[in-house]
């Protein structure tokens, strides 16, 4: 998604008020440096400031989405990198280890599962104590 550009209403009320203050007098000087001519040169560097921050921020889109394209191209090209190893030299080799795969015979199954699944608590193994093979509950034997 392109970056928001920027529009300064600041900017377009300073150029209505210089537009109404130049049908008074285009080189009106009010003290203080406070002059039409110097209001406009203001005006002006905000303009050109605020054009190439919004430039800035095409630019910035422009790298964003070029660097995304090669961050894609460059996962692509690690998997493939990995299957060629993979093909020249079979998936159980050394070298598909050493390339960062994992070697099919180092392969444990079942383990996927487990280690999602969180280690039961002394409240649940207590629970599964006291059920028969049958799924009925017994009661707890009172200890004193």
Do not use: C, W
């Amino acid at each position: 998604m392109a970056r928001r550009k920027r529009t300064s209403l600041v900017l377009e009320r300073a150029v209505r008020r210089a537009a109404s203050i130049n049908s008074i007098d285009p080189k009106l000087d009010l003290g203080n440096g406070l002059t039409l001519p110097a209001f406009s040169t203001l005006i002006e560097t905000m303009r050109t400031r605020e054009n190439a921050y919004n430039s800035a921020l095409s630019s910035l889109d422009k790298l964003y989405r070029e660097m995304l394209q090669t961050e894609s191209e460059l996962g692509d090209m690690t998997e493939h990198m990995l299957m060629a190893v993979a093909t020249r030299y079979g998936k159980s080799s050394v070298e598909y280890g050493m390339a960062g795969g994992v070697p099919k015979n180092q392969r444990r199954k079942g383990l996927r599962g487990e280690s999602e699944s969180p280690t039961p608590s002394s409240e649940q193994l207590s629970f599964v104590a006291n059920v028969d093979s049958n799924g009925n509950g017994k009661k707890p034997v009172a200890t004193s």
